[in-house]
């Protein structure tokens, strides 16, 4: 199982940017997805879950109405468009797979928001 991330950055407040995860080694439209993140000094955090078909989805309640969670199943990601960013938002942002009864986890993308 392999998870890359990308699509992190530096954004103001206010700023939009969209995170995808590309997934390898398992049938990845049979399995649920998901997006963490931490923040220093904290400890990780869901931040939204992805049913295997897109059509379930759910989101913490600090980024509802903020962030989307998608997926292509034709091209193995998840998708994460975060709009309205705050400086609390500010993490290493990380997609997640229970694969097996394991959990699998990518290096991670760093967002950052700050004006």
């Known amino acids: 199982v392999q998870l890359v991330e990308s699509g992190g950055g530096l954004v103001q407040p206010g700023g939009s940017l969209r995170l995808s995860c590309a997934a390898s080694?398992?049938?990845?439209?049979?399995?649920?997805m998901h997006w963490y993140r931490q923040a220093p000094g904290k400890e990780r955090e869901l931040v939204a879950t992805?049913?295997?078909?897109?059509?379930?989805?759910h989101y913490a309640d600090s980024v509802k109405a903020r962030f989307t969670i998608s997926r292509d199943n034709t091209k193995n990601t998840v998708y994460l468009q975060m709009n309205n960013l705050k400086p609390e938002d500010t993490a290493v942002y990380y997609c997640?797979?229970?694969?097996?009864?394991?959990?699998?986890w990518g290096q991670g993308t760093q967002v950052t928001v700050s004006s």
């Open positions: 992805i049913g295997s078909a897109g059509g379930s989805t």
């Open positions: 080694g398992f049938t990845f439209s049979s399995y649920v």
């Open positions: 997640n797979v229970n694969y097996w009864k394991d959990d699998y």
